[in-house]
C-alpha cells in the first residue's frame, strides 16, 4: 500500500478539527489589506498579516535519522496553514525535504536491488556484507522531489485546501521575464485560493556564486531555502516571513553554550552582539544564513519571525501563536523601543531587589514612611492623572459602575493609604532575617533556619490603582524585586505612583528594584518568563486568576480562580446572627471573592419564620435568589433554578439550597466550593467545632461573616491577595505570605557530618516564637 492510500484511509477530519476548522472560518476577523513597504513594528500587529510564507527548514521537516520526512510535525504544520489559508489569509510555503524523501527511496531502492541479486548469484542473502552507495544530493532531490510534493498535496486534502508545485533557481528571479512570469504565476494561485509550495530545483540548481548575495533589496543569491524565502517575501510583498528551524529563536551566542540568550526582538542593529555557531545538522544554512536573510526580508517590508518547528509540544501551535502575536521565537523588527524590554526589567529588579533585601531593617521602613508621605504631598498630581483616567474611561464606556468605583481615587482614600503604609513600615522592621528556628547540631555548629525574600513578584492587577502603592510597600518590606502589571485604564494613574515609588526607593540606591510593566506584551507573554519571575500573583476578577493559572508555565500562582463561598445555616442557628451575618456576606460588597454565593439551609429550617425572615431580607436587599435542585424540589412556584452549583455571580445574586445535616452540608461545600472561605452559623458548639474541622478551606468561620476574610479585619495589614493554593500561604496573605526561609550552617571547620547519632542532636530553640527575636538573631541577607 502506497503512502498516498494510507493518507487516503485517513481522509474523513476527526470532530474536533472539523469544529475548530468551521469556528476559526466562522468567527475569524480577516485582516485587511495594508500598504507594503513597511514592515510591523510590534508583535501585536502580526495578527493584520495578511500574506504570509512559511519557511520548513530541513532540520524541520526530516526526522533524526536525516533519511525519511518528519510526517508528525508535517501534518500539524500543514494543519495550521490550512486553518490560516481558511481563515482568509494567503498562505506559501517554502519547504525543504525533497532530497531526504529521495534519500530514503534510494536507500529502500538500492538495497531492494543488491538483495536480490546477491541472492541470484549465492543463491543466500547475505545482507550483512552488503554496503549502501553515496548518495549524490541532486539525484535524491530528483527522486524525492514528485513524491514530497504528493504528501503535501494528499495532508492538504483533508483540509479542502488545494496546492501547487513551484521550482526555482536563482535564474528565474534574476531574469526579468522568467522573474515576471513566476510573480504572475503566483499571484493568480493566490487569488484562486491556492497554497503555493515552493523549493529550489536541487536537481539542477547551480552552485552559489560566493559574494554575491544580500548586496542589496533587488540582489539576493538563492543559496539555500532562507535566502529564497527572503527573496520570494519580498517579491511577493508578503507582510510575514515565519522561518522554521530546530532551534528557538536567535539567541547571542550558540544555543546550549553558557549563559546563552534567546533573543525576544531583534534590531539591525544588533549584529555585532551575536557570536553564531555551526549550521544545522541538516542542510546547507546555518543562523548566520537566516539572520542575514531576515534582515533582507526586513529591509524589504516583510516582517519576520524565527522559531522552534521541532519542538513536540509547541510544533501543533508555534505558526498559530506567532500569527496571533504571541511571544515565540524572535521577532524581527526594525523599531527599537525607547525603553527597557521585560525581560531588561526584570532583570534590573532582580539586581536592585537583591540589594533591598540586604539593606537593613530601618532602611527599609524608611523608605515605605517616604512613600506614604508622597502619597499625601503629590495628591494633587495624583488626583489630577486619575481624573484623567476616569474621563476617559467614562467615554469609553467599557467599565461596569463597580469597576469605575475601583479605579476612582479620592483624597480621603489616599490619606487611608498613607496610614496603612506605615503600618507596613513598621511591621517591615522585624521580617527579613527572622530566625525561626536555631539548632546545635554539634559542638561549634549551629543551624538557624530564617526568613528570606522569595525573589522577584509579578503582580497582576485590574483597575484598582490603590493596589500599587500597598503591593510596593508590601514587597519592599519583605526584600522583593516587584514587577508590577496594571490595567490600560488606569495607566496615567499607575505611571505616577509608580514614579513615587521609585523616588522612594532612590533613598538608598534601588530605585530598580520595583518596576511597571507597560509595554504590549500580553499577560500570557509575561507568563513565559518562568526563569526570571519566582511568583505570579494576580488581582482582579475571577477570569483573570483562570487566565494566568493556566497562561503560567513553571511558575507558582498566589491566587484563587473563584470565590465560590458558602453560609451553612444549622438548625441551632440564632435568628438575630443568622440575619446580620448572611447580609453581610451577601450584600455589603457583592462583588468581593469573599461574598457569600450560596446559602446552604438545613432542611428542617424551611416553612419556619427564621426561613421567611431570611427570605424578606434577601428581598428587601434585592438580591435575586437561584434555586438549587433540592430547594426548588420543596416549591410549588420555585425561583429560577441554578445551571450550576459552582456558580461565582459576583453581584447581588446567590443560589440557595437545602441539605439534610452538618455532614451534607459539608459535604456539598467539598463538592461544589472552591476552598476560599465559608461560614456556620449556629449555637451548637459541637456542630460548629465538627464543622470547623472537617472543611478543608483557606477560610473557615463560626458565627462571623464571609467578609471577614480580609487582611486588614485579621490583622495582617494590607494583603497581596487571598490564595486557596496548598502552598506556602492560604487565605489572606499579607507580609508573612512574600517571605520564605533558608537554612544557615555555621562552623568552624572541624566539625563532619555522622549520622549514625541522629537523635543526639541539642535544640538550642524551637519554632522560636516571634516575640523572642532579637537583634542579634537576625541574619542579614
Not at 8 to 35: D, E, G, M, Y
Not at 120 to 149: F, I, T, W, Y
Not at 173 to 193: I, P, Y
Not at 330 to 337: A, G, M, Q, R
Request: net charge neutral.
Amino acid at each position: 500500500m502506497t503512502l498516498l492510500q494510507r493518507l487516503s484511509q485517513c481522509s474523513a477530519l476527526s470532530p474536533w478539527t472539523q469544529k475548530t476548522f468551521s469556528r476559526a472560518a466562522s468567527q475569524a476577523k480577516l485582516p485587511l489589506a495594508r500598504a507594503h513597504g513597511k514592515s510591523f513594528a510590534h508583535r501585536g500587529e502580526l495578527r493584520q498579516a495578511k500574506r504570509i510564507v512559511v519557511k520548513l527548514g530541513s532540520a524541520v521537516v526530516t526526522r533524526g535519522d536525516e533519511c525519511g520526512l518528519a510526517l508528525g510535525r508535517l501534518a500539524s504544520i500543514v494543519e495550521q496553514v490550512a486553518m490560516l489559508q481558511n481563515q482568509g489569509r494567503e498562505m506559501m510555503i517554502v519547504t525543504s525535504g525533497a532530497v531526504a524523501f529521495g534519500k530514503q527511496r534510494l536507500r529502500h531502492e538500492i538495497l531492494l536491488s543488491q538483495s536480490v541479486r546477491q541472492a541470484l548469484h549465492s543463491g543466500q542473502n547475505q545482507l550483512k556484507d552488503m554496503s549502501l552507495p553515496v548518495l549524490e544530493a541532486r539525484a535524491c532531490a530528483a527522486a524525492g522531489q514528485s513524491g514530497l510534493m504528493a504528501l503535501y498535496e494528499a495532508m492538504f486534502t483533508q483540509y479542502s485546501t488545494c496546492t501547487a508545485q513551484i521550482l526555482v533557481t536563482n535564474l528565474d528571479f534574476h531574469d526579468d521575464q522568467k522573474r515576471r512570469n513566476l510573480n504572475s504565476t503566483l499571484h493568480e494561485l493566490l487569488r484562486m485560493n491556492i497554497v503555493p509550495i515552493i523549493n529550489t530545483n536541487d536537481a539542477v540548481v547551480p552552485p552559489p556564486e560566493p559574494n554575491s548575495d544580500l548586496q542589496g533589496v533587488n540582489v539576493i543569491s538563492i543559496k539555500d531555502n532562507d535566502s529564497l524565502a527572503a527573496r520570494l517575501a519580498v517579491e511577493m510583498r508578503a507582510d510575514l516571513l515565519i522561518a522554521l528551524s530546530d532551534v528557538e529563536g536567535l539567541y547571542d551566542r550558540p544555543p546550549g553554550s553558557d549563559d546563552a540568550k534567546l533573543l525576544d526582538t531583534f534590531y539591525p542593529g544588533d549584529q555585532h552582539s551575536i557570536t553564531y555557531g555551526t549550521k544545522s545538522r541538516v542542510g546547507i544554512g546555518g543562523m548566520e544564513a537566516k539572520v542575514k536573510s531576515a534582515l533582507w526580508a526586513l529591509q524589504g517590508g516583510t516582517s519576520v519571525v524565527i522559531a522552534n518547528g521541532t519542538h513536540p509540544k509547541v510544533t501543533g501551535h508555534v505558526i498559530t501563536d506567532i500569527v496571533e502575536g504571541k511571544k515565540v521565537g524572535t521577532f524581527f523588527s526594525e523599531v527599537k523601543p525607547a525603553g527597557p524590554t521585560v525581560e531588561q526589567q526584570t532583570e534590573m529588579a532582580r539586581a536592585a531587589g537583591r540589594t533591598l533585601a540586604s539593606l537593613h531593617p530601618d532602611q527599609r521602613s524608611e523608605i515605605i514612611c517616604s512613600l506614604a508621605d508622597l502619597l499625601t504631598e503629590r495628591k494633587e498630581d495624583i488626583l489630577a492623572a486619575n481624573k484623567k483616567d476616569m474621563e476617559l474611561a467614562v467615554t469609553a464606556g467599557r467599565l461596569s459602575p463597580s469597576m469605575l468605583k475601583r479605579l476612582s481615587l479620592s483624597s480621603a482614600k489616599l490619606n487611608s493609604l498613607a496610614i496603612g503604609l506605615r503600618q507596613i513600615a513598621v511591621s517591615s522592621l522585624d521580617s527579613v532575617g527572622r530566625v525561626l528556628r536555631r539548632t546545635r547540631v554539634a559542638n561549634n555548629l549551629e543551624l538557624e533556619q530564617i526568613t528570606v525574600p522569595i525573589g522577584v513578584l509579578l503582580v497582576i492587577f485590574e483597575s484598582r490603582p490603590d493596589c500599587l502603592p500597598q503591593v510596593s510597600a508590601l514587597a519592599i518590606a519583605s526584600g522583593n524585586a516587584l514587577l508590577l502589571k496594571g490595567g490600560k485604564e488606569a495607566a496615567n494613574t499607575n505611571h505616577i505612583l509608580h514614579e513615587l515609588a521609585q523616588e522612594a526607593l532612590s533613598l538608598h540606591g534601588v530605585k530598580d528594584a520595583i518596576q511597571l510593566v507597560s509595554t504590549r506584551e500580553d499577560v500570557e507573554d509575561l507568563c513565559r518568563l518562568e526563569k526570571m519571575i519566582d511568583l505570579i500573583i494576580p488581582r482582579g476578577s475571577s477570569q483573570l486568576v483562570r487566565d494566568i493559572q493556566r497562561a503560567a508555565r513553571g511558575i507558582p500562582v498566589l491566587g484563587h480562580s473563584e470565590g465560590i463561598c458558602h453560609v451553612y445555616i444549622d438548625i441551632d442557628g440564632s435568628i438575630d446572627k443568622v440575619i446580620k451575618i448572611v447580609r453581610d456576606s451577601k450584600c455589603d460588597y457583592p462583588a468581593a471573592c469573599n461574598a457569600m454565593e450560596t446559602l446552604l439551609i438545613h432542611r428542617d429550617i424551611l416553612r419556619t419564620p427564621l426561613f421567611d425572615q431570611i427570605i424578606d431580607m434577601l428581598r428587601t436587599e434585592r438580591v435575586k435568589i437561584h434555586a438549587g435542585p433540592r430547594f426548588a424540589s420543596y416549591l410549588t412556584f420555585s425561583p429560577s433554578e441554578v445551571k450550576s452549583l459552582r456558580t461565582e455571580y459576583g453581584d447581588l445574586e446567590c443560589c440557595i439550597e437545602v441539605v439534610d445535616s452538618l455532614q451534607d452540608a459539608i459535604d456539598h461545600i467539598h463538592k461544589y466550593g472552591s476552598s476560599h472561605t465559608d461560614v456556620i452559623v449556629t449555637e451548637n458548639e459541637e456542630t460548629a467545632e465538627h464543622f470547623l474541622q472537617q472543611l478543608d478551606s483557606a477560610c473557615v468561620f463560626w458565627n462571623a461573616s464571609s467578609r471577614f476574610a480580609d487582611g486588614y479585619r485579621f490583622g495582617l495589614g494590607a494583603e497581596v491577595g487571598i490564595s486557596t493554593a496548598r502552598i506556602h500561604a492560604r487565605g489572606p496573605v499579607g507580609l508573612e505570605g512574600l517571605l520564605t526561609t533558608k537554612w544557615v550552617l555555621r562552623g568552624d571547620g572541624h566539625a563532619v557530618a555522622d549520622f549514625s547519632e541522629q537523635g543526639s542532636m541539642k535544640y538550642l530553640h524551637e519554632n522560636l516564637p516571634v516575640s523572642h527575636t532579637i537583634p542579634s538573631q537576625r541574619t542579614s541577607n
